[in-house]
């Protein structure tokens, strides 16, 4: 009944700039938060932001200062404009919401698909 639809992944070299989208649509009632995740080959998934429906944004050590994450309540979407890439910030990116639909509103985390990113010269 919810599912979160992200955009914007690609290959950009170090130093470039990548903006993520992600849109969640469905039954939605409301949405607490909204962040980002990341895999990269043979490493476990991490936390690189989330943010709040009433903003309140958190960054994983590693993006602080070059990733800044928002979102439009109206649309339901998350953006992370991500700044000054890494070939460490290589991995799949995947959208997270919770969300409480309007037949159940119990939070529950939804995932999205994933896009890739990929920083290398």
């Known amino acids: 009944q919810v599912q979160l639809v992200e955009s914007g992944g690609g290959l950009v070299q170090p130093g470039g700039s990548l903006r993520l989208s992600c849109a969640a649509s469905?039954?939605?009632?409301?949405?607490?938060?909204m962040g980002w995740y990341r895999r990269a080959p043979g490493r476990e998934r991490e936390l690189v932001a989330r943010?709040?429906?009433?903003?309140?944004?958190i960054y994983a050590d590693s993006v602080k200062g070059r990733f800044t994450i928002s979102r439009d309540n109206a649309k339901n979407t998350v953006y992370q404009q991500m700044n000054s890439l890494e070939p460490e910030d290589t991995a799949v990116y995947y959208c997270?919401?919770?969300?409480?639909?309007?037949?159940?509103?119990?939070?529950?985390?939804?995932w999205g698909q994933g896009t890739q990113v990929s920083v290398s010269s």
């Open positions: 469905g039954s939605i009632y409301s949405i607490d938060d």
């Open positions: 943010i709040h429906s009433g903003d309140n944004p």
């Open positions: 997270n919401a919770l969300v409480r639909t309007v037949g159940y509103r119990a939070p529950s985390h939804y």
